[in-house]
């Protein structure tokens, strides 16, 4: 069997982040499984043709590709088209096994980003969603979304949780002074200054705070934490120091207006890390009271403060909810969300 992910970025891409990091990891095990799997995404000037036994076909730019895009799928025996930037790449239009991935919905999220024209052209396109025969959702918060904003059948949405490498990230040693980690593409509706606000509302001068990403806000990050002592930006990291930075918190922040599924999250847990987060998107969904974190109402600094302050103000809170973090993140395995993809992606070339 054929299978294609079409997806603005590969994983060599520059900005290659969650949505690619799912293709991927589900990819190289499908292929595993015996399924010739292919992924087209812009082209980038990269030379990789090839990662894991996924063949990389690159055509086009961000507009382009979708263009290109639909002379491809037809060739396929099942299109997963990863609407990973709100708009559609329309695979179902001339191929009938498409499926369209949704992340999460963008509606709101564009109001953050563009200017009113454009958010109103991308909110009608991202509805479009609606036309494929079958889609698939990371998370539940995300399947009630599509039903409410797009009054989509939920029979034709499947929920495949994103998975983890647990062999990769685990805990390790934390470190000796209370570290709060902040992790994310620096886009606004990330609302990463919300860190810096909630930090300096802590009481404790030794804790410190780290934030990592990169992104259109990095200059106003820097500019913001200049002379602050306790305040440290890295920006993007690689993957050897995300996973030391994850397992030397004492917490993970998050500060997202939404996110269709909380990776840094379950990471973060993985690494016996618990985390504070808004009480927003699928946050509640994988985040459980006083286990694997705390949820606060969105833009509540002083909550927020708070609950950080529970975790490094007690040394043995921190710890107790570091095992019970690394203990609910079990239940996230990318073997077992690839395996429900291999399952549905052959009830869609029989249907």
Known sequence: MKLLFVNHRDIFHPQAGGAEQVIYEVG?????????????????????EEIDGIKLIRKGNSLTLHYYSLKEVKKYDVVIDSVAHAIPFFSYKVNRKSVG???????DVVDFELNPFLSRVVKFLE??????PRLISVSNTTK???????????????????GIDHEKFTPGEKSEYPLILWIGRLKKYKNPLDAIKIFKKLNNRKAVLIMV????????IKDVIAGEKNIFFLG?????????????????LSTSFIEGWGMTIVEANSCGTPAVAYSTGAMPEII????????????????????????????????????????????????KTSEEYYKYIWETVVD
């Open 236 to 252: 993007k990291v690689d993957e050897k120091k995300k996973i030391e930075l994850y397992q030397k918190a004492w917490v993970v």
């Open 144 to 162: 009630e979304e599509l039903v409410k904003r797009f009054g989509i059948n939920e029979n034709i949405i499947k929920v495949i949780y994103n």
């Open 28 to 48: 190289k095990r499908l292929v595993k499984k015996g399924v010739e799997v292919y992924w087209m995404s812009e082209n980038k000037g990269i030379a990789e």
């Open 101 to 107: 991935l949704i992340h999460h919905v963008h509606q």
């Open 213 to 220: 990403g990169s992104g259109e806000m990095e200059k106003e």
């Open 127 to 132: 509805k479009r969603v609606k036309n494929y």
């Open 288 to 335: 459980r009271e006083g286990v694997n974190g705390f949820l606060v109402n969105y833009k509540d600094y002083n909550k927020a403060a708070e609950a950080i302050s529970y975790l490094i103000e007690d040394e043995n809170s921190m710890r107790y909810l570091s095992k019970l973090s690394y203990e609910s993140s079990l239940k996230y395995d990318w073997n």
